[in-house]
């Protein structure tokens, strides 16, 4: 399974949420991240206290002997001859301990990882099921890095697999989770409060989450037993602010100077769509020159079109925090 989305949407939470799923099954969960060296990492690693966790070596050596039957030989690891282990034989050495379970691997922040690497996983994969072993993979990333991967030639199997594109929350499930979340807490939204907040998270399972926890915690600090939309409005700018520092920033970090001077252009024109010539315009180009700008930039999911020649924001808030501070508060 691919899964694939903006920053903050909800891939890591997804991602847990399917683990636990495995783990309740009695499936052995193996997690590695795209940041540092996945394969290496479960290789070396992560399957190897696996299988010292089911099959302690006392256990194993005894069940080494019966199988092979050749008396006292066990399989020492200085043998000369022990082949350099791969994740698919450590895998299939995990999955040979398996009675009626089998193995997940997740691998989050897919977009960083190493191309190699993803090929090597991918057809480890695909031998592992070609042998039909018990073995499923989930993979979680940024669409665009998520895609190139994709597309690479080692990884056409992947290509196949089922692919969701995690968009954002419907009003009333984000409105859910936060008369759900306060629910018996003593402090709670009034109908009005919910739909304001609502309204400042734009589906945005992160924003839900900081917009609900800043009005929370306020109530809490005042004593207060009831937050009013006035009160949700009040932690707007702090919401924003929040946001800014912890998702835009981050993710403007490695942004050119030519491609900072576009979104600002957009940003100065307001929130929404914006037609790209008029982007174009403000920065004193033609639309033809800037299309190059423009691709890099959806490239890096921070813009995404829509509709004909028309480009908005990927992010909520990003427009408002490029006009206001931009960078992140400096504090003395
Ligand atoms: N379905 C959901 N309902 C409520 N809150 C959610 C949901 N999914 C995610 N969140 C909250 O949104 C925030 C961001 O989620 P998460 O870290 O999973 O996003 P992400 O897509 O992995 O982001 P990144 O690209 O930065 O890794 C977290 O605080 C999480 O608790
Ligand atoms: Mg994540």
């Known amino acids: 399974m691919v899964i694939s989305g903006a920053r903050g949407i909800g891939k890591t939470a997804l991602l847990t949420e399917l683990e636990d799923i495995a783990a309740t099954r009695g499936w052995i969960v193996l997690r590695a991240s795209g940041r540092d060296n996945p394969v290496a990492d479960l290789t070396d690693t992560v399957i190897p206290g696996k299988i010292l966790e089911l099959d302690p070596p006392s256990r194993r050596k005894v069940s080494g002997v019966s199988i092979a039957g050749l008396g006292s030989v066990s399989t020492s690891t200085s043998d000369p001859l022990q082949p350099v282990p791969t994740i698919n034989t450590r895998l299939r050495e995990l999955l040979a301990l398996l009675e009626g379970t089998?193995?997940?691997i997740t691998?989050?922040?897919i977009q960083d990882a190493d191309a190699e690497d993803i090929t090597r996983l991918a057809v480890a994969y695909?031998?592992?099921?070609?042998?039909?072993?018990?073995?499923?993979?989930?993979?979680?990333?940024?669409p665009f890095g998520t895609d190139r991967l994709l597309n690479l030639p080692?990884?056409?199997?992947?290509?196949r697999a089922e692919r969701y594109d995690l968009g954002p929350l419907t009003d009333e499930d984000a409105g859910d989770v936060i008369r759900h979340t306060t629910d018996g807490s003593g402090i709670e939204f009034t109908p009005e409060a919910v739909e304001t907040a609502v309204d400042i998270a734009e589906g945005y399972p992160y924003l839900v989450q900081l917009i609900g926890y800043l009005c929370w915690e306020t109530a809490q600090r005042k004593e207060r037993t009831v937050i009013e939309a006035a009160d949700v409005d009040r932690?707007?700018?702090?919401?924003?602010?929040?946001?800014?520092?912890?998702?835009h920033f981050i993710s403007l970090k490695e942004v050119p100077a030519g491609q900072r001077?576009?979104?600002s252009a957009m940003a100065e024109l307001g929130d929404g769509p914006q037609s790209t010539a008029d982007v174009a315009e403000a920065l004193g180009k033609t639309t033809g020159?800037?299309?190059?700008v423009r691709a890099r930039l959806i490239e890096r999911d921070l813009i995404q079109p829509a509709g004909r020649g028309k480009v908005e924001f990927t992010l909520p808030h990003l427009g408002e925090w490029l006009r206001g501070p931009g960078t992140v508060r400096r504090v003395q």
């Open 102 to 104: 089998g193995v997940l």
């Open 107 to 109: 691998v989050d922040e």
């Open 126 to 142: 695909q031998d592992l099921v070609r042998d039909r072993m018990e073995v499923s993979l989930v993979v979680a990333g940024l």
């Open 154 to 159: 080692g990884t056409t199997f992947l290509r």
């Open 235 to 247: 932690e707007r700018s702090e919401a924003v602010q929040s946001m800014g520092a912890q998702v």
């Open 261 to 263: 001077r576009y979104l």
């Open 289 to 292: 020159s800037t299309s190059d």
